[in-house]
């Protein structure tokens, strides 16, 4: 058991230094986990209600009483940035976690089964491929509705065929190691190996791969709100906060540049963070 503990102690240690040669990469982990820290505690510590308006105070640049500045309607644009920040790293996990459930589920058995079936699986990919993605997560919102779960299933849902190939490749390409072999010469199950092997080898990638589906995420919810098909008012997201303020943009810049600013420096962030993750995780630098 000692042995164990060491083992996972030296690994995490050699993951960590490897992952902070980026520099950047550890104030971006930071930055990430302070925002959607105050994103997720924005009930309790945002300075106003998000819905809460003031129609005598109107658009009101930043000021000690609005930080941000408000709204068209005197609404506080901090309180709403925070709200809005909730909404749209929700959407980025749940639909990142869908299309890893799925792609890395598709994958596996795509290549464990082989043959026929795994061309067919492909194909399949193939053909999904060609189709406009974000068309398909606008029809689906205007067909079932603007339904915050429903943006959750139909962006996750468009959102697992990278991760599905990569699965795949990885996963044939462990088809042909000798422990694998061995571990059915021992009678291994198909569910053992696949426990035991096959995700342990791909924890890796799957987590890389999650830190880069996330921004995409989040682009396509925004993207999607900024058409009006997002979340309902007063519930509020980032895409929505800029489309917002994209049709006041002359009046009151603020509306604008804020809540794009944030946007744009978490979607940076994120950036940073799998880059530091796919150093820690690269097989190649194991041994440095």
């Known amino acids: 058991m000692s042995q164990v503990n060491?083992?996972?102690?030296?690994?995490?240690?050699?993951?960590?230094r490897r992952f902070s040669r980026r520099r950047l990469a550890p104030i971006a982990l930071g930055f990430i986990g302070f925002l959607a820290l105050a994103c997720f505690l924005s009930p309790w510590i945002a300075p106003y209600d998000y819905k809460a308006q003031n129609l005598a105070l109107g658009p009101a640049a930043p000021s000690l009483q609005h930080w941000l500045g408000t709204d068209l309607l005197g609404r506080d644009l901090l309180?709403?940035?925070l709200q809005g920040g909730m909404i749209s790293i929700s959407v980025g996990l749940i639909a990142t976690t869908v299309a890893l459930l799925v792609g890395v589920v598709y994958g596996i058995m795509a290549a464990e089964v082989g043959g026929r079936f795994e061309d067919l699986c492909m194909r399949f990919i193939d053909i999904i491929s060609t189709l406009p993605l974000?068309?398909?997560?606008v029809l689906a919102t205007v067909i079932f509705g603007q339904n915050i779960w429903m943006i959750?299933?139909?962006?996750?849902?468009?959102s697992w065929l990278t991760m599905a190939r990569i699965i795949c490749t990885k996963t044939r390409a462990l088809k042909n190691r000798q422990f694998l072999d061995a571990a059915v010469a021992l009678?291994?199950?198909?569910w053992g190996i696949i426990k035991r092997h096959y995700l342990p080898n791909l924890a890796g990638t799957i987590?890389?791969?999650a830190t880069l589906t996330v921004p995409g995420v989040m682009l396509l919810e925004a993207f999607v709100s900024f058409l009006?098909?997002?979340v309902r008012a007063p519930m509020t997201s980032w895409g929505m906060l800029i489309k917002e303020g994209a049709d006041v943009m002359e009046q009151c810049p603020w509306l604008l540049v804020i809540p794009s600013a944030v946007f744009g420096m978490t979607l940076l962030a994120l950036s940073f963070l799998g880059d530091g993750l796919r150093d820690a995780f690269d097989p190649r630098t194991l041994s440095e």
């Open 6 to 16: 060491a083992a996972t102690s030296s690994f995490a240690e050699t993951a960590w």
């Open 152 to 158: 959750f299933l139909a962006v996750g849902g468009v």
């Open 134 to 137: 974000t068309l398909i997560v």
């Open 187 to 190: 009678g291994q199950t198909r």
């Open 79 to 81: 309180s709403r940035l």
């Open 228 to 230: 009006g098909l997002g």
């Open 207 to 209: 987590a890389v791969y």
